[in-house]
């Protein structure tokens, strides 16, 4: 599940998103503590993300397994400002993701990716209405 | 290492805090970008944080492991806020931690945890230059 998770990032390939979540994934954001529920919900949140988050630098530095669940340390500069946090993905015997939980340092980080995924959000949902 | 650790946390022990750290150790706050250097500034936002963090439902709910290096998710409420984080723990071959960095979601429990640390480690320094 994780090479698959990898490969999709280390090619920028957003269209391999959908087949990768249950129809019941769940995704805790970094900043709200409300759950994103339902494969449609969580792909638009993870396709915003696709596009905030992967700089050229967006990178991996740490990985650490047990069992169906994997934390992956990231790090990224953006706007000039680094990024540090951890993608926690479970999935399912189906090799499919169940749940998506990102936490992100420091404040100032937050912050500003808060603002970048919210705007990214609401062009995201703009162009599915038209 | 990280049997020592849950055994500190359960008996809610600070005593041993100082022997744990190695005199070189690093903290990264899920506040501030700049890292905490020398077990000293480390030991005390330990300190603080134990002051902070161990309420009666403080729990880790997940771990993780890879080398010398633990992730364990926690939860706790605190001020009727439900708090979701991780340490990220780094040892070297003395069983000393060299690393110790954490991560704190949603944004609400970051801002609420933040303003509880300030006021203790200004506590705790105060209580240190009497």
Chains 1, 2 share one sequence.
Do not use: C
């Not at 280390?10 to 900043?31: C, F, T, W, Y």
């Not at 050229?56 to 946090?85: H, M, P, S, W």
């Not at 939980?101 to 937050?110: C, E, S, T």
Request: charged share 20%; no cysteine; proline share 2%.
């Amino acid at each position: 599940m994780i090479s698959n998770w990898h490969e999709t990032i280390n090619q920028r390939d957003i269209s391999k998103l959908g087949s990768m979540l249950s129809e019941n994934a769940v995704l805790h954001s970094p900043v709200i503590h409300t759950p994103i529920q339902g494969k449609k919900m969580v792909s638009m949140y993870l396709q915003a993300a696709f596009h905030t988050f992967l700089t050229d630098d967006f990178r991996y530095v740490k990985e650490f397994i047990n069992g169906q669940t994997a934390v992956l340390e990231f790090q990224l500069t953006l706007n000039g400002i680094e990024v540090n946090g951890i993608d926690m993905i479970t999935w399912n015997d189906d090799q499919q993701i169940t749940e998506f939980k990102v936490m992100i340092r420091p404040f100032k980080a937050l912050n500003m990716i808060n603002d970048q995924m919210t705007a990214m959000l609401a062009k995201l949902q703009q162009q599915a209405a038209q």
